[in-house]
């Protein structure tokens, strides 16, 4: 009895004061903008890179075109990538001293794909109490198609190669320069679906995109 | 009880402009820009003519030029008994002064063009180049005044045509900045013979007489000056717009929609200032508020147009509360006294504000908060209060003094003092380079300049302050008022069957808006975005 008597006098007490605070400050403010920045039509092209692999690296380029329904929604129509593979030295080392065959090591050679884009996070950033910059960060959920060379002819320079879908699954966020131009800094995941031999491709990439038809 | 706006429009209105003596400058202020060197008789290219003292010329000593306006002493004239006499100086000390200056060795250009000047008599062919270039060290030293001191010579002694041109161009350039106003504006573009002026300078010698006559009530004088400026020049919208300004003075409350029309096409000259459009589009707001046209004032004040980033004016958003409150947009009114409180205009003196935002509180039944809105200002200003009561010395009011410093005469008045005292300090500096001779002059010079700045500033501050303790004292009557009324209708009984009124429907945000909640940190590019959510705890009408 006594400990309820005494949570009865803390939250009345709580209550007067969040009461008291109403009545002195009454309502809310917000800043309420018009957007300054808007997509619409939207094509980007960017350099990366594929990272995660230890017997190359690729590095990539890309294009693609996203149109924007809303300001928070958006399809990746498409996307095209390209990779340009570099060696490792672990597998120079492999192929030199320990010969392992060339054939042995799979490696990513295009991917193409498509995604539907949310915009979750507009926002903006002061910098150095100088000027306002806008951002927003999205994320990307779509599928693609991976071809792979999976064994190589040394000697010739040919290969096998196999086509494999995935999931693509992405973050990333863009920086405003003006109305039609920004920058996208883009973290992906491939997900490659294949027969219990399931791998990641994760991609790392830069792009410049420039917007069409955005609203002023 | 009536509790009103505390200055009407057209009273505000002509003090903002004639305020504003320069509204309407074009190029932003800026030093003296260097002269080609071919542009003048550069030692090489053509030389002057060799300072010859005539046989038997009287020094400068002996011989004191006639005094300067301003009370200046005259350059090179040292007073008798108190100096040593200016020593004999090789005429081709002139030269190396010269060669120096367009060295960029300003300090020894500016002590041998003074040691020439000294020993030269005002006959001489390049006194008066002397003059000018001295001036011009001075001012690229920073010692503007000083180089004001001596274009001001050449101006008022004309003894060579070819210096004029140039002399007068530099002086319209230190008008950009804090500056002798007497001495530039007055006894110099005021009083110039307009016939012999250089058509680089005539418009705003033009202009400048012109707003002399204009200032001592003489339209029609100044209109002979304005209908001779070019049209498609600067100073001619600017004289458009002084004349505007006496017209909006002498109509003494009665605006016509004739003035509202063309301060608006004042507003669309591209040859004014962003500030002087800002300046007509806040007239023709205010014009229209006097006429109740609540919402073309608004109109007008969407019209300003402010620099990325730019806080704009206290001003400008007390009137458009005080518009929006007309209006009855209370909510809009409160988010516009938000913007008010940022750190921006934290210093302003605006006791406006309290009494309508407490207004706001009060109409929404919010009296509680109306009370300790209207108290608030009691509270910030009880110092300048208690010493308005107490008949204290209003100038050293630290909140008056600093409303007195922010805007009009005083403002310019003050910042020239400013000006003074760093250019005082700038002089020490040059103590070395000057040699003793000059040192020594600019500092009667600045001593003499600042002494009469200082005087200038106490009156125009004296005046300014007692206006501010007025307007203080007005508004602290308000907030009495304000205290009774909401008391009243704190202790009012509720009547039977009373509901509250139905709540104002939330305005929802489009598709291209965004909203940032304020949580007390102000954003520059946010401040005329506040969107104030506050419910009404007014009653219904009509219970029993």
């Given at each position: ?10 939250l009345a007490s709580a209550l007067a004061h969040a009461q008291g605070e109403e009545l002195e400050n009454p309502g809310t403010v ?187 | ?330 909510r809009?009114?409160i ?25 706001v509180y009060?109409?929404l039944c919010q009296y509680l908060p109306a009370k300790r809105a ?116 704190l ?9 509250l009124?139905?709540p ?13 909640k304020f949580t007390g ?11 104030v959510s506050i419910p009404s705890r007014c ?6």
């Amino acid at each position: 009895m006594k400990r309820t008597l005494l949570l009865l006098v803390c939250l009345a007490s709580a209550l007067a004061h969040a009461q008291g605070e109403e009545l002195e400050n009454p309502g809310t403010v917000l800043a309420v903008q018009d957007r300054t920045y808007r997509m619409s039509s939207e094509l980007w092209i960017g350099v990366g890179i594929a990272p995660l692999d230890a017997f190359y690296k690729g590095l990539t380029g890309q294009v693609g075109y996203v149109y924007h329904f809303s300001d928070s929604f958006a399809w990746q129509v498409g996307r095209g990538l390209l990779s340009y593979n570099i060696k490792t030295g672990l597998r120079n080392q492999l192929e030199t001293q320990f010969g392992v065959s060339p054939t042995a090591f799979p490696q990513l050679n295009w991917i193409v794909g498509s995604d539907v884009m949310w915009t979750p996070i507009y926002g903006k950033t002061s910098w150095l109490n100088s000027s306002v910059g806008h951002f927003e960060v999205f994320g990307t959920l779509g599928g693609s198609v991976i071809n792979e060379r999976i064994a190589a002819d040394v000697a010739s320079g040919t290969g096998q190669t196999v086509f494999r879908p995935a999931v693509h699954l992405g973050l990333g966020a863009r920086i405003f320069t003006s109305k039609s131009v920004s920058f996208r800094l883009d973290f992906s995941n491939e997900f490659v679906i294949y027969k219990g031999l399931e791998s990641n491709i994760i991609l790392v990439q830069l792009a410049l995109a420039l917007n069409f038809g955005g609203t002023e | 009880m009536s509790v009103v706006r505390m200055q009407s429009a057209t009273a505000a209105a002509v003090t903002l402009l004639l305020a504003l003596q320069g509204v309407a400058q074009t190029p932003p202020p800026q030093p003296a820009p260097r002269p080609p060197a071919g542009s003048v008789p550069a030692p090489a290219a053509q030389p002057p003519a060799p300072a010859r003292p005539p046989a038997g010329s009287v020094p400068a000593a002996a011989a004191p030029a006639p005094a300067q306006p301003g009370a200046q002493p005259a350059a090179g004239q040292p007073q008798a008994g108190q100096e040593q006499p200016p020593p004999k100086v090789d005429p081709k000390i002139f030269d190396e002064a010269l060669k120096d200056y367009f060295d960029d060795k300003q300090e020894q250009a500016a002590r041998k063009l003074y040691a020439f000047i000294e020993s030269t008599p005002p006959t001489d062919e390049n006194f008066s180049w002397a003059q000018y270039f001295l001036a011009r060290c001075l001012i690229d030293l920073n010692l503007r005044h000083a180089g004001a001191v001596y274009l001001a010579k050449v101006a008022h002694e004309r003894s060579n045509p070819q210096v004029l041109p140039k002399t007068l161009e530099a002086l319209k350039v230190l008008t950009l900045v804090p500056h002798d106003e007497v001495l530039i504006d007055e006894q110099i573009f005021g009083s110039l013979d307009l016939g012999f002026l250089p058509d680089s300078v005539s418009d705003y010698a033009n202009y400048q007489q012109g707003l002399v006559d204009l200032r001592v009530g003489n339209e029609r004088w100044a209109r002979t000056h304005f209908v001779k400026l070019d049209e498609a020049g600067v100073e001619a919208s600017r004289a458009k717009f002084a004349l505007l300004v006496t017209r909006l003075r002498n109509a003494k409350g009665v605006v016509d929609d004739q003035m509202i029309e063309d301060f608006l096409e004042l507003s669309k000259d591209e040859k004014l200032t962003m500030e002087a459009r800002n300046e007509a589009r806040l007239a023709v707001a205010r014009l229209r508020y006097e006429k109740k046209d609540y919402e073309g004032a608004l109109k007008a004040y969407d019209m300003v147009q402010l620099p990325p980033l730019d806080p704009g004016r206290a001003t400008l958003y007390l009137e458009e509360a005080w518009t929006r409150y007309n209006l009855g947009q209370l909510r809009a009114t409160i988010g516009l006294l938000t913007t008010l409180d940022a750190p921006s205009f934290r210093d302003e003196f605006l006791p406006d504000k309290y009494i309508l935002r407490a207004l706001v509180y009060r109409d929404l039944c919010q009296y509680l908060p109306a009370k300790r809105a209207a108290k608030e200002l009691t509270r910030r200003f009880s110092d300048s209060l208690e010493a308005i009561r107490e008949r204290d010395d209003l100038t050293q009011d630290f909140r008056l003094r600093r409303a007195a410093n922010s805007h009009g005469s005083t403002k310019r008045a003050a910042k020239f003092l400013e000006s003074l005292n760093l250019e005082g300090e700038n002089l020490g500096r040059h103590a070395g380079g000057f040699g003793d001779r000059l040192y020594k002059h600019l500092g009667h010079v600045y001593d003499l300049a600042h002494a009469e700045a200082e005087r200038l500033y106490q009156q125009r501050l004296r005046d300014a302050v007692r206006e501010e303790a007025d307007k203080l004292l007005r508004a602290d009557e308000q907030v009495r008022l304000m205290e009774y009324e909401v008391g009243l209708k704190l202790y009012e009984r509720v009547k039977r069957g009373a509901k509250l009124a139905q709540p104002e429907k939330q305005v929802q945000l489009t598709s291209a808006q965004i909203a940032f909640k304020f949580t007390g940190e102000y954003w520059n590019d946010e401040l005329r975005s506040y969107r104030v959510s506050i419910p009404s705890r007014c009653l219904e009408e009509g219970a029993q």
